[in-house]
């Protein structure tokens, strides 16, 4: 299968290197010193479970450079740059081309669908914990990696056999690929574990460890996550599973140094995903009439 993976860090690093490892055909779009030393020496994967690996197979290139016609976009990119994304799709791919933005922020296939509506965009989630540790090298701390992806609700089923076959192929990769029958749900699940995580971590400026023990932290965890599931109550999802058990168990297994990418982009002064991951929850929760105090509290305290 041919893929272009659009945003070549932690997630998009890690999504391209598993898929070319299993022989298909991946195209990474990359920039700067990260785009040089994947060109010159193949991109390097980092794990605690399966040790280092080189892989050569994969195209890097750039936006302007990327001249081929994918039958999946993964994008990959942080939520303040979905734009750029939007402009790749209109510059450079096919309308048979399946595109699956897997980003933290809930709901961004059918943001990019509103601007793209010829195209086909599908709603997705990725469970990775994984960063760009140098130029070329991708570090990936824990051995998680799960694709899951759909149509919303009402949308257009074009493509569908493209979207069925992925699941088998990502697999065979070593991805847990999942089609989805309930897309919202499922990628309400998974915002309902990175959202308040990144939040709480970025609040109280702390590692994963002052979450897996009892006190303030680990309550103002649990807190929002119940605040995401009243809102997606709200929009008439059904979760089948207990997400504050869902979320505790997830946490509970993490590295206690571990922290979540929005808190480093803080820490580093980078651009973060504070509007998306924070800002958006309170935006819902006024539109849904569902009470979010504790995120209000961290959109506050974010945006003196």
Not at 97 to 109: D, K
Not at 262 to 277: A, K, V, W
Request: with cysteine; charged share 20%.
């Amino acid at each position: 299968m041919k893929f272009c993976i659009f945003g070549a860090g932690g997630t998009g690093g890690t999504l391209a290197a598993y898929l070319a490892m299993a022989g298909n055909d991946v195209t990474l779009i990359a920039r700067g010193a990260h785009l040089q030393a994947i060109r010159e020496n193949g991109l390097i994967l980092h794990t605690n479970h399966r040790g280092t690996e080189t892989i050569e197979n994969i195209t890097a290139c750039t936006e302007a450079e990327y001249n081929d016609c994918p039958d999946v976009l993964f994008v990959c990119v942080k939520y303040y740059n979905i734009e750029d994304a939007i402009a790749f799709v209109k510059a450079k791919i096919s309308k048979d081309t399946l595109i699956i933005p897997i980003l933290n922020v809930f709901g961004t296939g059918g943001i990019m669908q509103e601007k793209l509506p010829e195209y086909t965009c599908l709603d997705g989630c990725i469970y990775v914990m994984s960063e760009i540790e140098a130029p070329g090298i991708i570090y990936q701390s824990n051995k998680i990696l799960r694709v899951i992806y759909g149509y919303r609700p009402g949308q257009p089923v074009r493509l569908e056999k493209t979207a069925q076959t992925l699941e088998q192929v990502l697999q065979k990769a070593e991805i847990r690929g999942h089609f989805s029958e309930n897309i919202v749900r499922d990628a309400l699940q998974k915002f309902a574990f990175v959202s308040p995580a990144a939040a709480a971590g970025m609040y109280f400026d702390a590692t994963c460890e002052a979450f897996q023990q009892t006190g303030e932290p680990r309550d103002m965890f649990v807190g929002l996550i119940k605040e995401v599931v009243a809102l997606g109550k709200a929009m008439g999802v059904e979760f089948q599973q207990d997400l504050v058990e869902v979320g505790l168990n997830m946490m509970d297994n993490l590295k206690p140094d571990s922290t979540m990418s929005m808190q480093r982009d803080i820490q580093q002064g980078r651009q973060s995903e504070f509007d998306g991951l924070v800002t958006r929850v309170v935006k819902l929760g006024q539109e849904y009439g569902v009470a979010v105090p504790l995120y209000e509290v961290i959109n506050e305290w974010g945006n003196p």
